[in-house]
């Protein structure tokens, strides 16, 4: 607590900024843990199509509720309409997951690019507070300088500390939502140039 009250405002908005992004990064992982993505599936139902008919298994994959099958049975009901008919049915089909993988990770960029220059602001208003003792009563009044020197340093380090590790985390959540798309995108698309080449 101690450390929080030496820091000052600056502190406290920091601290408020990085339980902030841990609650988004947290929510991200959990939501693409509960998203499957599976490409040896996708070569085994190419296989299936040789063999089976293509309607009987456009209605097994809706009956599921994963989005990869959701896009293969539009992809095998719609092959041979036009590509941007196609288009427009897949996305308006996973608009609504795209939109929730993707929303709130500019929010991570802002935060991590923020939490150092507010720890620099910490720093500056530390260091403020020291030159403004020492202007005052010399160095005679120790107390009031290391209370100014600490804010300074534990602003710098909590801004740091927050924005290193996401860093780190908006480029693992960033990609692995960009894998999401790119492997939805390929469903269809592999689906339908095989059907089309039959």
Same mark, same amino acid.
């Given at each position: 607590?101690?450390?929080?009250?030496?820091?000052?405002?600056?502190l406290w908005v920091i601290m408020g900024l990085s339980?902030?992004?841990?609650?988004?990064?947290?929510?991200?992982?959990?939501?693409?843990?509960?998203?499957?993505?599976?490409?040896?599936? %996708?070569?085994?139902?190419?296989?299936?199509?040789? !063999?089976?008919?293509? +309607?009987? &298994? *456009?209605?097994?994959?809706?009956?599921?509720?994963?989005?990869?099958?959701?896009?293969?049975?539009?992809?095998?009901?719609?092959?041979?309409?036009?590509?941007?008919?196609?288009?427009?049915?897949?996305?308006?089909?996973?608009?609504?997951?795209?939109?929730?993988?993707?929303?709130?990770?500019?929010?991570?960029?802002?935060?991590?690019?923020?939490?150092?220059?507010?720890?620099?602001?910490?720093?500056?208003?530390?260091?403020?507070?020291?030159?403004?003792? %020492?202007?005052?009563?010399?160095?005679?009044?120790? !107390?009031?300088?290391? +209370?100014? &020197? *600490?804010?300074?340093l534990i602003t710098t380090v909590a801004g740091l500390?927050?924005?290193?590790?996401?860093?780190?985390?908006?480029?693992?959540?960033?990609?692995?939502?960009?894998?999401?798309?790119?492997?939805?995108?390929?469903?269809?698309?592999?689906?339908?140039?095989?059907?089309?080449?039959?």
């Amino acid at each position: 607590m101690s450390i929080l009250l030496a820091g000052g405002w600056v502190l406290w908005v920091i601290m408020g900024l990085s339980v902030t992004a841990c609650a988004i990064v947290v929510q991200k992982i959990w939501l693409l843990r509960t998203i499957p993505m599976d490409t040896r599936w %996708l070569g085994g139902l190419i296989s299936q199509l040789n !063999t089976s008919t293509a +309607a009987s &298994i *456009s209605q097994e994959l809706k009956r599921s509720p994963r989005m990869d099958y959701q896009l293969a049975a539009i992809a095998i009901d719609h092959f041979q309409s036009d590509d941007t008919v196609i288009a427009a049915k897949l996305q308006a089909r996973s608009r609504a997951i795209r939109e929730r993988l993707a929303s709130q990770i500019d929010y991570l960029t802002i935060i991590g690019t923020v939490a150092p220059v507010l720890g620099l602001l910490g720093t500056v208003l530390g260091l403020m507070d020291v030159f403004s003792v %020492l202007s005052a009563h010399g160095v005679e009044q120790t !107390t009031v300088l290391s +209370a100014g &020197i *600490s804010k300074a340093l534990i602003t710098t380090v909590a801004g740091l500390s927050l924005a290193v590790p996401l860093l780190f985390a908006n480029q693992y959540v960033s990609s692995t939502v960009h894998r999401h798309i790119g492997y939805w995108n390929e469903v269809p698309t592999q689906i339908i140039a095989h059907l089309r080449g039959l």
